[in-house]
């Protein structure tokens, strides 16, 4: 007998506050879902995986230059149209770009990995 006052008394409390019709209520009055956080992305969330559990934190930080460039200058000089072209640096390696000092080459991860990967870092843009 408890339990069913308690949710007719939740039921009454629900009805009580809900959907009101009232054709003064603008769409300008309903609270809008704030933007959503970078970190929903499915790209940065696949991308950070990757990186995580990779070498790239050795030599790479977000903010900051470490042996290579910091994550973010990556993504301030690329674009989109260029995550081709950075998985296969990840792949091959390269030097010159960033300095004299060449990014090791990592021949085991996959083209769509190294992609995923790139996708991420461009999530970082300023």
């Known amino acids: 007998m408890k339990k069913i006052s308690i949710l007719l008394s939740a039921a009454v409390i629900l ?3 809900g959907g009101s019709n009232n054709s003064e209520t603008k769409k300008a009055d309903v ?11 499915p790209d940065y969330q696949k991308g950070l995986a990757l990186v995580a559990k990779s070498d ?6 977000v903010d900051e230059k470490l042996t290579g460039p910091a994550y973010r200058d990556v993504a301030s000089k690329y ?9 296969g640096k990840i792949i091959k390696g390269g030097s010159g770009n960033w300095g004299s000092i ?13 992609e995923q990967m790139v996708k ?5 843009k300023k």
């Open 31 to 41: 609270p809008q879902p704030a933007a959503n956080s970078i970190s929903d992305n």
């Open 56 to 61: 790239c934190l050795t030599c790479h930080k």
């Open 15 to 17: 009805y009580a506050c």
């Open 102 to 114: 060449p990014m090791t080459p990592h021949p085991a991860i996959s083209q769509a990995d190294a």
């Open 79 to 87: 674009a989109e149209k260029d995550v081709a072209m950075l998985a």
């Open 120 to 124: 991420y870092i461009l999530l970082l």
